[in-house]
């Protein structure tokens, strides 16, 4: 069965300052890879996913993550955030695309000014 | 655009009762997912739907059940609610399982007294 670790559970960073979320995941098969975000009392918004070909993926409000296959890596990355960047941010991992997601326990962001 | 609806958006029931929720896919979804997000926890796959059979399930107690209706709306029935159900319950549907993301609804907190 596969899994997903988010290896911190808050990341406090200044505004306009860059951020790393990190996630790893351990499959024996391939998988498809996204970031979820969750702001306050709101459901879960698709930030980015990662099907095939390119490793770099580009997602909304100016994020980015990275799959590293040797590593079962899939950072998600921002240069300069924001304050409405402040939510909480999920990993998640599908075995097929539309298939059910198995989410990390999520990271929060705070980002202060 | 359209969105997932859900509804009720909170929910308070006393132990031993029952609680039916609602999910209202975006307009030609035909599947539709259910995910359980306990106090300060990730969310947790229950149980998915495709073209109103039931396709995949997850950690999904016995005393719940589901459905999706021939309009593709689904419900969630919980009976002999226990203390431990009070979470988060959100719903997400998809055009096409295989091919189209899945969209989540702003979800229903459930209040087990």
């Known amino acids: 069965a596969q899994s997903v670790t988010q290896l911190d559970s808050q990341v406090p960073v200044f505004e306009e300052a860059p951020v790393e979320l990190r996630c790893n995941y351990s499959?024996?098969?391939?998988?498809?890879l996204f970031w979820y975000v969750q702001y306050p009392n709101q459901g879960l918004q698709l930030l980015l996913k990662?099907?095939?070909?390119?490793?770099l993926v580009k997602g909304i409000n100016g994020f980015e993550a990275e799959f590293n296959k040797s590593q079962t890596s899939f950072h998600l990355r921002k240069p300069s955030v924001h304050i409405s960047d402040t939510a909480e941010y999920f990993c998640?991992?599908?075995?097929?695309?539309?298939?059910?997601?198995?989410f990390g326990a999520g990271t929060i962001l705070r980002v202060k000014s | 655009a359209a969105g997932v609806i859900q509804s009720p958006r909170h929910l308070i029931k006393e132990k031993r009762e029952t609680a039916t929720l609602k999910c209202y896919p975006i307009?030609?979804?035909?599947?539709v997912y259910w995910y359980q997000q306990g106090p300060g926890q990730d969310p947790q796959f229950l149980i998915s739907?495709?073209?109103?059979?039931?396709?995949d399930k997850g950690s999904i107690p016995d005393r719940f059940s589901a459905q999706q209706f021939s309009d593709y709306h689904s419900e969630l029935n919980m009976s002999s609610l226990e203390l431990g159900d009070s979470a988060l319950y959100f719903c997400?549907?998809?055009?096409?399982?295989?091919?189209?993301?899945?969209?989540f609804g702003p979800g229903t907190r459930l209040t087990v007294l």
């Open positions: 998640a991992v599908s075995l097929e695309y539309g298939n059910k997601l198995v």
């Open positions: 990662y099907l095939s070909g390119s490793t």
């Open positions: 307009p030609r979804h035909d599947t």
């Open positions: 997400a549907s998809s055009l096409d399982r295989v091919q189209d993301e899945q969209f």
């Open positions: 739907f495709y073209e109103k059979m039931q396709s």
């Open positions: 499959s024996s098969v391939s998988v498809y």
